[in-house]
């Protein structure tokens, strides 16, 4: 038996399953083509194998799962539109930090879950070092993904023989598996975000950093949301540190509530949504988080289905275009209204070019 807190944990971790199922579907439709993303099959493989072993599932359950998740392998245009526009845009941050710092900085992935850009960015830019950090079960799977592929094995600079996972056959096998992983480039934490402890990490204090929480500080209250915050301000208090935030608000508005009653129908809540229902609101929070350069925007406005202040050249909307037909196009720029990107940083100022709908230097 699990415990009311438990079965909140694993639902909230079972998220990264959609996160997953959108990129596989996004991927084979050929939204991603610089190159195609061809380390997701390993996170799935690994998943297919591991779920079984995971807190609160059988065989049945997780064979029951892992069929609902990815059943036809395409999801609507509209998921696939908006996964597209998710991924690019907070690639392009990331790119452009990168570049600022002329690629000698940190990437900390908070809530990374199966997420793969920490394998483009070890291969594009060779200086980078790359932290993730996710419930401990998580990792696992993760880990073991990267320890079956040689790729993968390869691009974090792994280079120890023992890496075969083969011997995970059982629950036991699983429960004394490790969460964690290191080289000199790459490190993996399996740790709940809401007991953050300095000594758990690895993180280099004297690199700029970008701390990127991908829908995740979503799931956390307020309260962690600010201790989380603090945590990593207060560490890197002589360095340049800075958060890149993507997630869903409610706008306070009916297709917000529609949001918030099919997320509680599947026993998920989230407590940004509606504590920090619009950019507004937003940048007052960050602000009271002691935060210097805070820029918010939404991907209606990065996709360029609102205002004219796109993040995407017009050769690539005409080639993703023509990948699918989007008929609903109200639709499409509602639901991506209500998704925002933040960038809050303190010490060197971020140099963005691309357009904010708010953009405050205090
Ligand atoms: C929707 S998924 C997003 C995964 C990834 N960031 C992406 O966008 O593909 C949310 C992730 O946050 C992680 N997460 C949520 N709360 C967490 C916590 N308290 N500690 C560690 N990880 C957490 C979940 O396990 C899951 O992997």
Redesign the pocket.
């Known amino acids: 038996m699990i415990s009311p807190q438990e079965r909140k ?1 694993k639902l ?2 079972a ?2 399953l ?3 199922s959108c ?1 596989f579907s996004a991927n084979n439709r050929g939204y991603f083509n610089t190159p195609p993303d061809q380390y997701i099959r390993a996170l799935i493989t690994s998943y297919q194998k591991h779920l079984p072993f995971c807190q609160g599932y059988t065989q049945l359950s997780s064979n029951r799962t892992l069929r609902s998740v990815f059943q036809d392998n395409q999801k609507l245009p509209l998921i696939n539109r908006g996964t597209y526009f ?1 991924t690019r845009s907070i690639d392009l941050v990331v790119n452009d930090f990168i570049s600022q710092h002329n690629g000698q900085c940190q990437i900390i ?7 793969t850009r920490a394998f483009r960015t070890l291969k594009d830019s060779p200086d980078v070092i790359y932290h993730e ?3 401990p ?2 990792c696992k799977i993760k880990r073991a993904a990267i320890l079956e592929d040689d790729t993968l094995r390869d691009i974090i600079g792994y280079k120890e023989d023992s890496t075969l996972t083969d011997s995970i056959t059982s629950k036991e096998d699983f429960q004394s598996y490790p969460s964690d992983l290191n080289t000199d480039r790459y490190y993996l934490y399996g ?4 007991e953050l402890e300095g000594s758990k990490f690895s993180f280099d204090l004297t690199l700029p950093t970008l701390v ?5 500080l979503c ?2 209250s307020l309260e ?1 949301n600010a201790r989380i915050l603090s945590f990593f301000r207060d560490l890197f208090k002589s360095s340049t540190i800075a958060f890149l935030i ?1 997630e869903p608000m409610s706008l306070n508005d009916s297709f917000g509530s529609t949001m918030t009653a099919n997320l509680s129908g599947r026993g998920i809540v989230l407590p940004t949504f509606e504590k920090l229902p619009d950019l507004k609101t937003r940048l007052s929070f960050l602000k009271e988080c002691k935060f210097l350069d805070i820029k918010l925007t939404d991907l209606s406005e990065i996709s360029g289905y609102e205002g004219d202040n796109s993040w995407i050249s017009p050769e690539e909307i005409q080639r993703i275009d023509k990948l699918e037909i989007i008929d609903e196009i109200e639709e499409i720029r509602l639901l991506l209204k209500h998704y925002c990107l933040t960038y809050a940083g303190i010490g060197d100022s971020f140099k963005s070019d691309r357009k904010w709908i708010i953009s405050e230097n205090y």
């Open positions: 944990d909230v971790r998220t990264d959609d996160a997953l990129r998710r992935s908070i809530g990374s879950g199966s997420d950090i996710d419930f079960e998580s740790v709940d975000l809401r990127i929480s991908e829908c995740v799931y956390i962690n993507y």
